[in-house]
């Protein structure tokens, strides 16, 4: 995909759900898991879609949480959503909830010189993107894009090939 094609893809998830992100079973390209929904009213069904960010040589990964708000959200109460609706909803950030907001989105930045140097040694493009959520700062050095429609419950890790 040009630049072009690249921010139109992104901004086609703008403000989705993200439910998972990560380096693909094989390690080489990292994935963005979303849940994209639109208003009912459209008829248009939900679908979760995989964003596969190819040849992925840089992948750092920041909390957009405050301190203040990660020092209230330590107990294992908020990594599941139920249990900390037990514990009575103490304020913190709930990671149980099992998504993060895709807003204000995914951009691509302007040329790096990180990018263009891999792309100078390995002879096809580079590009640099920021993924941002309510809860992690992602920026991603990657040669291509791919979006799949995945089905409810795709399987991320190949458990049975693991060594």
């Known amino acids: 995909m040009d630049r072009h094609q690249l921010?139109?893809?992104f901004d086609e998830i703008?403000?989705?759900a993200l439910v998972f992100h990560g380096y693909a079973d094989y390690m080489r390209d990292y994935?963005?898991?979303?849940y994209a929904t639109a208003d009912p009213r459209t008829g248009i069904a939900p679908e979760h879609l995989r964003y596969r960010f190819t040849h992925c040589v840089r992948a750092t990964v920041t909390?957009?949480?405050?301190r203040d708000v990660w020092a209230t959200?330590?107990?294992d109460e908020f990594t599941d959503h139920l249990a900390w609706q037990r514990a009575g909803e103490p304020d913190g950030y709930v990671w149980g909830v099992r998504w993060q907001a895709l807003y204000p989105g995914i951009?691509?930045?302007p040329e790096s010189d990180e990018a263009a140097r891999w792309?100078?040694?390995l002879g096809v493009p580079f590009h640099t993107a920021r993924v941002e959520t309510n809860a992690h700062?992602?920026?991603l050095v990657f040669s291509d894009l791919r979006i799949d429609q995945v089905v409810t419950g795709h399987v991320v890790l190949a458990l049975d090939e693991a060594p």
Do not use: N, P
């Open 7 to 9: 921010q139109d893809a």
């Open 14 to 16: 703008f403000d989705q």
């Open 31 to 34: 994935d963005l898991y979303v």
């Open 63 to 66: 909390t957009t949480v405050r």
């Open 73 to 75: 959200s330590l107990g």
């Open 107 to 109: 951009r691509l930045l």
């Open 119 to 121: 792309a100078s040694e």
């Open 137 to 139: 700062d992602i920026e």
